[in-house]
């Protein structure tokens, strides 16, 4: 493990990956994550993290890659939803991570395709947590599609943590490190709570 590139920071990714799945942040269905680790060069997490592997991840498990989804290091399978991870991580210097992951309190907005509004403080000045079209998992326009959300939000998305909506199937968000990108998958859960149970209060 000594020889392993970018060790701290694969350390860090293990124990993210864990509170993800204990959180009940993801579940079995999906969820990968990225971290940009130097220009070119971002370490991401393997095809079937969830489903095979429970979140229950060693750092040599994650692979790293370049913008081209070239493996340089690791023996795992990429995830087929790499590509919306790099055109993110390659194309806006102020996001060093993205997290995508099927959320407990997110997935009733998901399955209807509706906007997680901003219910607390941690949210304020972000806004709701918006949708793109339903677009085929998997496909390299879902990513695109991913990343034109992005895009239609740079100015946000240079200054703050962010999230969208993927209908059917998840959310995505960013933030400047590690540290901020799964605060970003905290804070939209709590708000998706809040919004589920008002009525009820």
């Known amino acids: ?7 701290e920071m694969r350390k860090e990714m293990t124990a993210t990956a864990r509170l ?35 979140c229950i991840l060693n750092p040599e498990d994650f692979l790293l890659i370049d913008y081209n ?14 590509l919306m991870h790099i055109l993110i991580l390659q194309h806006f210097k102020e996001i060093g991570c993205t997290i995508h992951a099927h959320p407990f309190y997110c997935m009733p907005y998901v399955a209807k395709a509706k906007p997680i509004p901003s219910m607390t403080e941690a949210t304020m000045g972000r806004g709701d947590v918006g949708c793109i079209k339903w677009t085929k998992a998997y496909t390299e326009e879902l990513s695109r599609n991913i990343y034109n959300y992005f895009e239609e939000h740079r100015e946000l998305a240079e200054k703050k943590p962010i999230g969208v909506i993927m209908p059917l199937h998840g959310v995505v968000v960013s933030g400047g490190d590690i540290y901020k990108a799964y605060s970003m998958l905290e804070r939209i859960e709590c708000d998706a709570y809040c919004a589920t149970v008002q009525n009820f209060i």
Request: glycine share 8%; charged share 25%; net charge negative.
């Open 1 to 7: 493990m000594s020889g392993l590139s970018y060790l």
């Open 20 to 54: 993800i799945w204990e959180r009940r942040l993801t579940n079995a269905a999906g969820g990968n994550f990225a971290v940009r680790v130097e220009e070119n060069r971002i370490l991401i997490s393997p095809s079937m993290m969830s489903e095979e592997k429970h």
């Open 69 to 82: 989804e070239n493996i340089l290091e690791g023996s795992g399978r990429l995830s087929r939803e790499s």
